[in-house]
């Protein structure tokens, strides 16, 4: 009886190495791009940490704010790309042209409304979170360093929208490497002009954090071009053909990423509000918390590519089940990948945890901002586990176009329970930040015990493209 029970767990949440093959060829590229990314901007906070505490954490409150930009652009392509995969999943190469197209129109609109409102209310988002303990002569460091920087990354957000549309859709038709290596070009360029331009090496004038901002926007052109040059001229991706003779999206589709696609856009935006507007309650606290706050993130999405490009490859291999209607090997597939997510993200938290002392010490910063720093890491690490299970279901009931149910499941929670519990903890009690984060932190129980009810149901096993 006892190994039949085994056999059984075996069977339904360890797949075979055909599988194992399978969805490591989607998620490992997508782990290097982003891996190399993450360590990049940990350079990259690193060489602005060794300027000064005010500059980083200008440029920390900057990130902040264009984190916001960046999540809305990945609600408006994933909206449309929930259909991308499943035309995939029917070898419909029309489909697909259509959906690149409204991602075009998507990213524009919201790109040109970032833009105007950076240039209009820059200043005044940048001092909200200058309302904690420190001296004015700080604040004032930190708004002027932030400025200068948002100032110069505005012009680097046409390339990074426009890169989106193109690296969004080839992923979503299994094609992942070639934004690998285009990423990877563009990190190498950001981290080599980060040194020349921050520092003024090689003849050039020394920049500070506006050579920062100018090294990241170049970053991003050699992206773009890079894909855009390799998708146009080598003709293996049949959908790009004729994809610039018409701009003209069919309206009953329109219709349909509207209704599926709308409330993820809406979530992905007041997801990422909601994360500012909870950094901007703990750093009521003082202005060491937003800078132990940029480190512990920054540290924290270098162990985070697992979990994130796992939930990536949940979307991708689901949707192409699911547009193909192949129900129950979704099924079966989808528990087989969390619980291979969890399980990688299980190992990666404790090598973090046990990491957590050194990382602090990189940065040219004062001792309180780095003891708050290892103790935001460790804890971070002790939730991990739990939010690659978050992410696995977030990407799971999305694959099946469950936006309604996502949008709940995610930014209706974070606006509802976290921002409440974390802004009257902070206003209202004497708990120390650190608590407050893990209150928060833990809060997150909650969704846990929803997202297992929802994906163990199968409300998600529906195709939206048939």
């Known amino acids: 009886m006892e190994n039949r029970s085994k056999n059984s767990f075996i069977r339904k949440f360890v797949g075979d190495r055909a599988f194992y093959r399978m969805v490591l060829s989607i998620a490992v590229p997508i782990m290097i791009q982003n891996g190399i990314t993450n360590f990049v901007g940990l350079l990259d906070n690193i060489m602005i940490g060794r300027v000064g505490t005010e500059q980083m954490s200008g440029v920390a409150i900057v990130n902040q704010l264009l984190f916001v930009y960046s999540l809305c652009l990945f609600g408006a392509v994933s909206g449309a790309g929930i259909?991308?995969?499943?035309?995939?999943?029917?070898?419909?190469?029309?489909?697909?042209?259509?959906?690149?197209?409204?991602?075009?129109?998507?990213?524009?609109?919201?790109?040109?409304?970032?833009?105007?409102?950076?240039?209009?209310?820059?200043?005044?988002?940048?001092?909200?979170?200058?309302?904690?303990?420190g001296s004015p002569e700080s604040a004032a460091a930190t708004l002027i360093s932030g400025r200068q920087y948002l100032l110069v990354m505005l012009f680097g957000l046409p390339a990074f929208a426009l890169s989106q549309v193109y690296s969004s859709t080839l992923r979503e038709c299994g094609e992942t490497v070639l934004p690998m290596k285009a990423?990877?070009?563009?990190?190498?360029?950001?981290?080599?002009?980060?040194?020349?331009?921050?520092?003024?090496?090689?003849?050039?004038?020394?920049?500070?954090?506006?050579?920062?901002?100018?090294?990241?926007?170049?970053?991003?052109?050699?992206?773009?071009?890079?894909?855009?040059?390799?998708?146009?001229?080598?003709?293996?991706?049949?959908?790009?053909?004729?994809?610039?003779?018409?701009?003209?999206?069919?309206?009953?589709?329109?219709?349909?990423?509207?209704?599926?696609?709308?409330?993820?856009?809406?979530?992905?935006?007041?997801?990422?509000?909601?994360m500012a507007m909870l950094t901007q309650c703990y750093s009521i606290r003082s202005l060491n918390v937003v800078a132990a706050l940029n480190i512990s993130n920054t540290i924290s999405n270098i162990f985070n590519i697992v979990f994130i490009a796992l939930g990536d490859?949940?979307?991708?291999?689901?949707?192409?089940?699911?547009?193909?209607?192949?129900?129950?090997?979704?099924?079966?597939?989808?528990?087989?990948?969390?619980?291979?997510?969890?399980?990688?993200?299980?190992?990666?938290?404790?090598?973090?945890?046990?990491?957590?002392?050194?990382?602090?010490?990189?940065?040219?910063?004062?001792?309180?901002?780095?003891?708050?720093?290892?103790n935001f890491i460790m804890t971070t690490a002790v939730f991990m586990p739990q939010n690659a299970f978050l992410h696995a279901a977030y990407f799971t009931l999305r694959s099946?176009?469950?936006?309604?149910?996502?949008?709940?499941?995610?930014?209706?929670?974070?606006?509802?329970?976290?921002?409440?519990?974390?802004?009257?903890?902070?206003?209202?009690?004497?708990?120390?930040?650190?608590?407050?984060?893990?209150?928060?932190?833990?809060?997150?129980?909650?969704?846990?015990?929803?997202?297992?009810?929802?994906?163990?149901?199968?409300v998600w096993l529906q195709n939206i493209v048939s």
């Open 83 to 133: 259909f991308t995969a499943q035309f995939f999943g029917q070898k419909n190469n029309k489909g697909i042209q259509d959906t690149m197209r409204f991602k075009l129109y998507s990213v524009v609109v919201i790109t040109v409304l970032t833009v105007l409102l950076m240039l209009a209310a820059g200043d005044v988002l940048i001092t909200t979170y200058l309302t904690g303990d």
């Open 400 to 458: 099946g176009g469950k936006t309604i149910v996502t949008f709940l499941f995610d930014s209706a929670f974070i606006w509802i329970i976290s921002i409440p519990v974390a802004a009257g903890l902070s206003r209202f009690t004497a708990l120390p930040v650190l608590g407050i984060f893990i209150v928060v932190q833990f809060a997150d129980t909650l969704k846990c015990l929803v997202g297992f009810i929802l994906v163990k149901k199968g």
């Open 313 to 374: 490859s949940v979307a991708i291999v689901i949707g192409q089940l699911l547009g193909a209607g192949k129900m129950e090997e979704a099924r079966d597939t989808d528990t087989k990948m969390i619980a291979f997510s969890v399980a990688c993200c299980t190992l990666m938290a404790a090598v973090m945890f046990v990491c957590s002392p050194l990382f602090p010490m990189l940065y040219n910063t004062n001792a309180e901002a780095r003891l708050l720093a290892r």
């Open 183 to 274: 990423g990877m070009a563009a990190v190498l360029v950001n981290l080599i002009f980060n040194y020349l331009l921050i520092y003024g090496r090689l003849g050039l004038p020394r920049l500070g954090v506006a050579g920062a901002a100018a090294a990241t926007v170049l970053s991003r052109y050699v992206e773009l071009g890079i894909v855009l040059f390799r998708v146009h001229r080598s003709g293996s991706w049949p959908f790009v053909r004729g994809l610039c003779k018409s701009l003209r999206v069919p309206a009953p589709l329109v219709r349909n990423i509207l209704i599926k696609g709308s409330p993820l856009l809406l979530n992905e935006t007041l997801w990422a509000a909601g």
